[in-house]
């Protein structure tokens, strides 16, 4: 696995894309944060950092679909994941290390949104008024919640030799178990199911970490997810041997 998971790591590294597509994440992160009128901290005067996370699930959606789209959809296109599929690895020594590596990025991308913490709780008064814990549950959420990205983005590059296609299919994904069942739970029809649905969706989960507090639940459904979508990347790689 870690021979794969270097090859990847390597091969984003080289790529003009992985870092653009970081630098266009971290832009629009911070001039939310920093510039834009109405959201930024320095307008609204106080400390915290609730438009970093309340914003990054929606630049996940750019940002993580971009990073995951040529995983496998290269490989086909090119030919070479028949040369994978013929060494001597598994199929879930091949997907974990290309998800490790997809998924080093995107904690990657979050690294430098530290500043964002410690220039607040510079700027606090009296210094560091800020909740701390908070920020920290809020971080773990955002990270699972890449996580989750990752691993879908992952299946949807497993089906297709198209990058395109595989970004727009990780994007439509990310977004409807994201959003989708809030959305759905909202539908008159579905009153006395509402909290059933919303409960299956992404963003309740991640909504409940960003209060502070870490449960078990919370953790263990986004733990759950990205095991269904790894195994079902597993399905379709392990298809091409039948």
Known sequence: MWPIYLKEIRSFLNSLIAYLVMMVFLTFIGLYMWVFPGT?????AYADMENLFSFGPIAYLLLIPAITMKTFAEEKKDGT?????TKPITDLQLIGGKYL???SLVGLALV????????????GTPTGNID????????LGLFLLGAVFTSIGIFCSSFSQNQIISFLCALVLCYVLYDGF?????LSGLRNVRDVIAYLGLGYHY???SKGMI???????????IFLMLSLTKLVIGSRKW
Do not use: G, M
């Open 207 to 209: 909504q409940a970490l």
């Open 101 to 103: 590596a997809a998924l």
């Open 40 to 44: 930024n901290v320095l307008e609204v």
């Open 81 to 85: 994941i028949e040369l994978l599929l």
């Open 215 to 225: 449960d078990s639940r919370n953790v263990f459904h986004f733990l759950s997810v």
């Open 132 to 139: 701390t814990p908070a920020v920290w549950s809020s971080y």
């Open 112 to 123: 430098p949104t530290w500043v964002y913490y410690f220039s607040i709780y510079q700027l």
């Open 182 to 186: 809030a959305q759905a739970s909202s």
